[in-house]
């Protein structure tokens, strides 16, 4: 005789089912407002013009190339970066919370911690494409993410997956840009997403986060006090990302704003060599940019006459890592693997200028 069931057993799935479908809300409407309906208007308008008509942001302010520190540098460009990714910002964190609210451990690592290194990295970077964020604001989810408990590789190639295979950017670019710029960009970054992603994984060896920073709420149990405790670890979550990453991001923010004029001396690309190519390589990892905003900088480079080198450098380098990236999620991916992910963003430039080159 089969034993019976016990009511409150069979209804405890239904506990993360509710969690991952309120999260998936959560996901679609903000993304909805941040970003799908502005990038599709902005690929219509740029689908019939042929042309970009956003500003390019290192000049807000009126600073130019070469112009040295100052507070109104740095203040012009917060308040013109901030304006420009506030919205995507803002889903990031209530996206972030509701992963380590909501969202049973145990389910994000079987989709995201696969058997090997180089499919945690497959699907890091498939699952980084419909979000299309910029470095920075991928950020917060990468933090969550690690406190879930999600591997190096697969966190990697999420955070650099939003901004380098953003298919809006793509999209973008093959209307108002030569098509060989689109394959660059899309040829390297697959490379640099997957390929090496898995690689500084691979070097640093570590596949899951430390044991010291999971967030123990993610492990507890499906059921009533899982679901019940939601709302409380939603707000602690929120509340910690918002109190931790945003004041030390809009810090770093400040300081590459007040730097940009020495971060970015267009005089110094407009040559040709190797050197410069190093130079653009490690100044585009450094700055940071919204969403898109390598596609104003690199067109008025091209107007003034820069190589194809640098500028395949840059198309590379300006959309990921970035100093303010750095600094918000060292902690969560460890500084080692933080460094070796910069190394390979400085690594994927010098492919992107050798390709472009070559194309």
């Not at 409150?8 to 407002?33: C, D, K, N, Q």
């Not at 509701?98 to 498939?126: E, F, K």
């Not at 640099?192 to 691979?202: E, F, H, I, K």
């Not at 194809?308 to 380098?317: D, E, F, H």
């Amino acid at each position: 005789m089969s034993a019976p069931l016990n009511p409150r057993r069979s209804r405890a799935p239904a506990a993360p089912i509710i969690g991952i479908a309120v999260t998936a809300v959560v996901f679609v409407v903000t993304l909805t407002w941040s970003k799908w309906v502005p990038y599709t208007a902005q690929a219509l308008q740029a689908a019939g013009s042929g042309a970009w008509g956003g500003a390019n942001v290192l000049t807000a302010g009126g600073v130019r190339p070469g112009d040295p520190p100052s507070w109104h540098a740095a203040t012009s460009f917060l308040v013109a970066y901030g304006g420009a990714v506030w919205k995507a910002l803002l889903a990031a964190l209530l996206i972030g919370a509701a992963l380590q609210a909501l969202v049973p451990r145990g389910r994000l690592l079987r989709l995201l911690n696969r058997r090997s290194v180089l499919g945690s990295a497959v699907a890091g970077g498939l699952g980084s494409t419909p979000s299309m964020m910029c470095v920075c604001c991928t950020a917060p989810v990468v933090v969550s993410m690690r406190r879930s408990g999600v591997s190096t590789a697969a966190a990697i190639a999420y955070w650099l997956g939003n901004p380098l295979l953003n298919p809006a950017v793509l999209v973008f670019l093959a209307f108002v840009a030569p098509w060989e710029w689109t394959a660059t960009r899309l040829v390297v970054g697959v490379l640099v997403v997957v390929g090496g992603a898995a690689l500084v994984a691979r070097l640093t060896g570590d596949r899951r986060a430390p044991s010291g920073l999971v967030d123990a709420a993610a492990a507890e149990p499906d059921g009533r006090a899982w679901l019940g405790g939601a709302p409380g670890r939603f707000g602690r979550a929120l509340a910690r990302m918002t109190l931790v990453l945003v004041p030390e991001y809009l810090v770093v923010v400040l300081a590459v704003g007040a730097l940009r004029g020495w971060l970015f001396p267009i005089d110094a690309v407009t040559g040709t060599g190797l050197a410069l190519v190093v130079l653009a390589a490690v100044v585009g990892t450094l700055v940071v940019i919204p969403t898109a905003g390598e596609i104003p900088i690199l067109q008025g480079l091209a107007l003034a006459g820069v190589a194809a080198g640098p500028i395949g450098a840059l198309l590379v380098t300006l959309p990921v890592v970035s100093l303010p990236g750095i600094v918000m999620v060292g902690r969560a991916l460890g500084w080692r693997a933080t460094a070796a992910t910069g190394a390979l963003a400085g690594a994927g430039g010098l492919a992107g200028a050798v390709l472009l080159t070559v194309l």
